[in-house]
Structure formats: C-alpha cells, structure tokens
C-alpha cells in the first residue's frame, strides 16, 4: 500500500474510533459532547495517530491499544487548538477550514470543552487493555509532553514571546516544546504500546527521528503562513506576519528555512537508517515513518 | 490529636509536598510555573487532600502515594478554579482572599495555567510508586471525575442553567457532577492507594459517604454565598443572587437548605457507621471521616 493510501485508511480508521470512543451527544452534558466532538472529529492530518500507528508497527503493538493511545494524542492535539484559538489567544475564527469551537458554542464552552478533552485524554490510555506499567508509562509521557514542560510550556513562551525579538535558538527552544514535545510523544507511546520495553537505543533513535520532523514541521507551517492562501490552508493565513509574530521565515528568510527543513528532515531519515542497522526486527519496518516523514516536507496544507 | 490539629498539619504537610512537586519558577517556562504556583499554593481549605489521607487511613495506605495522590487532586481543583475564574466564565476578581490567576497573569496565562496544572495532576499519580494496576486505577478515576461525566460535565450544566429555573433534582445531578464527583474520587483514591484492592462493600459505603457530604458541601456553599461576607469567605459572597443563578437557597429557602445539609451529614454519618460494621479491620478507623463531615456542616467559609 501507497503511503496516501495508507494515510487514509489509518486516518478513516481512526475516525471511527474517535465516533465511538467520545461521550455521544445524546447524553447528559449533550451540549459539552456535542463540542467535544465537533472539535475532533472530521479534520486535521491526524499526523500524532500516523506516527503512534507507524512506530507501533515497529515493535508489532497491537492495534486496539495503539487506538486508544492515537485518540489520547488527538484528544491533547485538539483541545490545544481550541484554547489556542480563543479570543485571549490567537483569537481565531477559523480552524481546518470550519468555525472555531468556541466560535460555534460560544467561550465558556469552548474552554470546558478543551479541558474535558484533556481528561478524556487520560481516561483513553486506561483503555488500551496493556499491562498497568504500560499504561503508567504512557501517562508519564503524555502527561510531561501535554504539561509546563511540553505543550503548555511552549505556549507560554510563545505568548510571552510576541513583539519580541527572538534568536534562532530561543524559537526553536520554544517550537521543540510547543509543537515538538507532542510529536515525540507521538512516536515513544507507539514503541511503549510494544509487548516489551523498547531497547535504549531504540528509543534514543525515534527521539531523533520525532525531533527532527517536529521541527521540520514548524518551519514548514511558518513558510506555509507565507506562501499558501486561506483556502487551502483551512486556516487564516498570513497571520504570524500580521500579528509580528517571530517565525523562521522571518528570521531565516524563505530560502534559508526551506533548507533548514530539508536537512531536518534528513537528520530523521539517518534516524531510521540506525533503526534498521540496530535488529533484523526492524528491518523494512521503518516505512511508514519514512513516508510520514517526506510528508512533512511536502505538504501545503 | 483533635481534628483541628490534624487538618493543620495535614494541610501543611501538603503545602510543603506541593512547594516541593510543582515546577520551580526559576525553571523554564518561569512564568508559567510561577503561575502555577500561585494557584495552587497557600490556599484552599485542601478538603479533597484531606478526604484522601482520611480515606487511606482505613486501608492503611503509605503516605508517599497518598501524598502524591493530594497533589494530583488539588491541581485539578485549582486548574477548574483558575478556568472557572475566567471573564467567560464566572469572571471573578478574587479567590481565596487573593487576585484570581488571571487577573495577576493575564487571561491567556490562566488559562495556560490551568492547562498545565491539569496535566501535572495525571502526572503526579505516575510518581506514587505504586504497582502499574494501581496507577491505571487511579488514573481512570480522576479522568472520569475531572471529565465530562464529572466536574467539566457539571460546570457546562451549570452554564447552560443560568437564568433557567431547575427543580432540585437537576440543580442536584448539576452539582453531584461538577463538585461530587471530585469529592467522591477524592476519597476513592485514597481507597485505592491501598496495597489491597478495597472490598466492592468498603467501596460503595465511600461512595455513600463521600456524596452525601459533596452535596451538603455544595449546600452549605449556597448557604455562605447568602449569609457570609466576602472578608470571611475570601470570595465575592452574594454573586449566586446578583447573576440569578438557581442555588438550593433559592428554591429550598434557608431552613430547609440548613435541614437538607443535616440530612446529608447524617447519611454520611450512617455510612461511616457501616463501614465500621463491615469488618474489624476499619474499627476506630473512620475518625477523620467523620470530623471532616462535622466541619463541612459547621464551616463558615
């Protein structure tokens, strides 16, 4: 199979479950379910599933525990991108071509909904059916890539970060927390949902690996701001510029970023070299995240 | 020691667990972990921390767990205080005698705070060196209790309710889910941190007990907001009133709130009782259970 056509069986696939797994919003608090699943379902590249799918296949984890742990990936990316979105935020009206949650169902539920992800989040990986350890482990890592020293953190620097004049390095600090911490993420709790834990050096590999395309990732999306139109992006373009934003674009200019994230890329590619060179397991297992990984480079969207 | 010691030294023994476990504000992102630390620290009558060690006590649960179990149960406390504080929200000006995280930090500070402080909460029960199972348990329950089908369901009621007239079962199936259920799961993990899996009877009578003094909680709440000031309460009293908002004051009166509070305390009460009968293990031991549901009926702030 195709990498688009892979792609989009796994992103159906997950669609499905996501249908399954949220609260319905024929039950009590309707409204608040009803949010929650307009802000996950039916959008986004679901890129965080691909790579928890394709680093599963890795150690041969088991579909139905690599279901849950991509939801609870999707559950954080979402709620992110709610609160991201509110008027104290970015206030933004438009997200993966529709209106914002909190745009729909007003603030206050757009926070609610946010924070109930977040929880539903957590209460997935207690779903997975793995070892309790497993499931510890694979709080642990969500949790720590979610929180202040991950997700959260990242937008605090962004938000204290506006109208400022930042060096390459303090932009990649905050993008490889902001962005990057979850992608991690993404890739470890693949290897943990595995029947054994992963060796060191794996998991030292698919670090570098997720690394690099995160970041790859972040200067691709600040030259998509430049160059792509609304239309195709889903969402407001041109915004980082309009709002003085510090991007790579800005502080690399387009050609420069456009090389950068071509050697990120790879950087991830090296990654997977030493993945396959490290067991015959692993050989001809590395693929997807091969494909996932050009991806990043090449999309417009 | 008499209950007003033991709350005291369990309060400041959580005051010290949670200078040490939150992230310092000399660490990267330093706002954010200053803020965080506001919110959580010197402040909060810590019954949900309280209800947990009086809950392990019965079963004899080390204290490191339940340490970190307080923890993880104040953190989503103060995340739904920051969040609930918010001009979208409640938009209230003090809290504990003190600004409101965002007033001090700016809106999108707070809300990055409370983001963050959710996440530390599922990180925490991951540092209770307890057996994976446990860990899975525990996560499971405060997941449920924080999410949509507990505190985030009841606070989306609680919004869609203002300016409506509720009968008392629904401003009671409100308020069983946006404060009950946190209560309940405070003293069910304290349960849970035991090294035995707790008795499905042991279980149901906590759960007997623990709602029934999160609803007189919630009474007495409505209570105070009518006949305490603000210099006492440490909050704005008479806000329930000013915003119309359907309390058990407003549809019970008074003396019937004050003899529906009773009546709560009482069954607790009967519960304890049961829990005592069930085996000889838990004689003598629901003391603190029992002062903890004397001060809710008694509290005046």
Same mark, same amino acid.
């Given at each position: 199979m195709d990498f688009k056509s892979w792609s989009t069986e796994r992103a159906s696939h997950f669609e499905l479950c996501a249908k399954k797994a949220l609260?319905?919003? /024929? !039950? +009590?608090?309707w409204k608040l379910h009803e949010a929650m699943r307009y802000a996950v379902l039916?959008?986004? *590249?679901?890129i965080r599933p691909l790579l928890a799918y394709a680093a599963g296949e890795l150690v041969g984890a088991k579909e139905e525990a690599l279901d849950h742990i991509a939801l609870a990936l999707e559950y954080i990316h979402s709620y992110s991108l709610v609160h991201d979105d509110m008027p104290c935020m970015d /206030?933004? @009206? +438009? !997200?993966r071509g529709k209106l914002t949650t909190h745009k729909k169902y007003g603030e206050a539920m757009g926070m609610l909904t946010g924070d109930a992800l977040q929880a539903q989040a957590f209460y997935e990986l207690t779903q @997975? *059916? +793995?070892?309790g350890d497993q499931i510890a482990v694979l709080v642990k890592v969500l949790a720590t890539a979610a929180g202040s020293a991950g997700m959260c953190g990242g937008q605090a620097v962004d938000l204290l970060s506006v109208h400022q004049k930042l060096d390459l390095d303090t932009l990649t600090l905050m993008h490889r927390l902001k962005t990057g911490a979850m992608i991690r993420a993404s890739a470890l709790m693949g290897l943990y949902a595995g029947e054994q834990l992963p060796p060191p050096a794996l998991i030292g590999l698919i670090i570098q690996y997720a690394d690099a395309i995160g970041l790859a990732f972040q200067v691709i999306d600040d030259i998509l701001d430049v160059t792509a139109d609304t239309a195709v992006l889903g969402k407001t373009a041109g915004k980082d510029a309009a709002e003085d934003k510090p991007t790579y674009v800005s502080i690399l200019g387009l050609n420069q970023s456009r090389i950068m994230a071509q050697n990120e890329i790879n950087r991830a590619l090296e990654a997977l070299k030493s993945i396959e060179e +490290?067991?015959?397991?692993?050989?001809? *297992?590395t693929t997807r995240l091969e494909e996932i990984a050009r991806y990043i480079l090449s999309r417009d969207h």
């Amino acid at each position: 199979m195709d990498f688009k056509s892979w792609s989009t069986e796994r992103a159906s696939h997950f669609e499905l479950c996501a249908k399954k797994a949220l609260p319905p919003d /024929n !039950r +009590l608090p309707w409204k608040l379910h009803e949010a929650m699943r307009y802000a996950v379902l039916d959008g986004g *590249k679901r890129i965080r599933p691909l790579l928890a799918y394709a680093a599963g296949e890795l150690v041969g984890a088991k579909e139905e525990a690599l279901d849950h742990i991509a939801l609870a990936l999707e559950y954080i990316h979402s709620y992110s991108l709610v609160h991201d979105d509110m008027p104290c935020m970015d /206030n933004d @009206t +438009l !997200r993966r071509g529709k209106l914002t949650t909190h745009k729909k169902y007003g603030e206050a539920m757009g926070m609610l909904t946010g924070d109930a992800l977040q929880a539903q989040a957590f209460y997935e990986l207690t779903q @997975t *059916k +793995l070892a309790g350890d497993q499931i510890a482990v694979l709080v642990k890592v969500l949790a720590t890539a979610a929180g202040s020293a991950g997700m959260c953190g990242g937008q605090a620097v962004d938000l204290l970060s506006v109208h400022q004049k930042l060096d390459l390095d303090t932009l990649t600090l905050m993008h490889r927390l902001k962005t990057g911490a979850m992608i991690r993420a993404s890739a470890l709790m693949g290897l943990y949902a595995g029947e054994q834990l992963p060796p060191p050096a794996l998991i030292g590999l698919i670090i570098q690996y997720a690394d690099a395309i995160g970041l790859a990732f972040q200067v691709i999306d600040d030259i998509l701001d430049v160059t792509a139109d609304t239309a195709v992006l889903g969402k407001t373009a041109g915004k980082d510029a309009a709002e003085d934003k510090p991007t790579y674009v800005s502080i690399l200019g387009l050609n420069q970023s456009r090389i950068m994230a071509q050697n990120e890329i790879n950087r991830a590619l090296e990654a997977l070299k030493s993945i396959e060179e +490290l067991s015959e397991i692993y050989q001809g *297992k590395t693929t997807r995240l091969e494909e996932i990984a050009r991806y990043i480079l090449s999309r417009d969207h």
